[in-house]
T-cell receptor, first 112, second 116 residues
Framework: GENVEQHPSTLSVQEGDSAVIKCTYSDSASNYFPWYKQELGKRPQLIIDIRSNVGEKKDQRIAVTLNKTAKHFSLHITETQPEDSAVYFC???????????FGSGTRLQVQP | DSGVTQTPKHLITATGQRVTLRCSPR?????VYWYQQSLDQGLQFLIQ???????AKGNILERFSAQQFPDLHSELNLSSLELGDSALYFC???????????????FGPGTRLTVL
């Protein structure tokens, strides 16, 4: 099955700095890579996703990059704000064949 | 609001008891997933149903079972409860009809189970 590793487990940045979270996956067939944000006690919410036919996707301050050869993908948050503080999960799946496998999560703390 | 609903929101029970958690997927979604999240832990995949049939199984204990009904809502049954079963249980749903974007999972608000 798929295995997704996520680093770092915790990340503390100053407001306005950038944050980068990295994930690696094991199954080269995986073709869908979403990122979820989970605030304390709340549901995970999809913030951005990327499919294997593109290398980068951007949505305002958030971007995701994918390197299929190296089997890793990353979440980049620029100009961080205190409200970005949350746990972020990466995941990987094979569309229509295998459900999402989640990484272990990264707790991001943005210091004002 | 994701469109996925879960009841109850909170559940407090005693060891050895049995409980049922309920999930209604987004309108049109055929697939339902159950996850367990213990305190400060990640999302542990339990089981997936697609249009009434079990599709995939994760780290689900034998004391736990689930089903998906013809109206596509799903129930997760937890029996012989232990203290360690205390956790947030999330349900998610996706379309999975095969088109692009149909495997995105949308999560419900969760049920917080406390076993005393």
């Amino acid at each position: 099955g798929e295995n997704v590793e996520q680093h770092p487990s915790t990340l503390s940045v100053q407001e306005g700095d950038s944050a980068v979270i990295k994930c690696t996956y094991s199954d080269s067939a995986s073709n869908y890579f979403p990122w979820y944000k989970q605030e304390l006690g709340k549901r995970p919410q999809l913030i951005i996703d990327i499919r294997s036919n593109v290398g980068e996707k951007k949505d305002q301050r958030i971007a995701v990059t994918l390197n299929k050869t190296a089997k890793h993908f990353s979440l980049h948050i620029t100009e961080t704000q205190p409200e970005d503080s949350a746990v972020y999960f990466c995941a990987a799946s094979l569309t229509g064949r295998r459900a999402l496998t989640f990484g272990s999560g990264t707790r991001l703390q943005v210091q004002p | 609001d994701s469109g996925v609903t879960q009841t109850p929101k909170h559940l407090i029970t005693a060891t050895g008891q049995r409980v049922t958690l309920r999930c209604s997927p987004r309108s049109g979604d055929l697939s339902v997933y159950w996850y367990q999240q213990s305190l400060d832990q990640g999302l542990q995949f339990l089981i997936q149903y697609y249009n009434g049939e079990e599709r995939a199984k994760g780290n689900i204990l034998e004391r736990f079972s689930a089903q998906q009904f013809p109206d596509l809502h799903s129930e997760l049954n937890l029996s012989s409860l232990e203290l360690g079963d205390s956790a947030l249980y999330f349900c998610a749903s996706s379309d999975l009809t095969g088109g692009l974007g149909t495997d995105t999972q949308y999560f419900g608000p969760g049920t917080r189970l406390t076993v005393l």
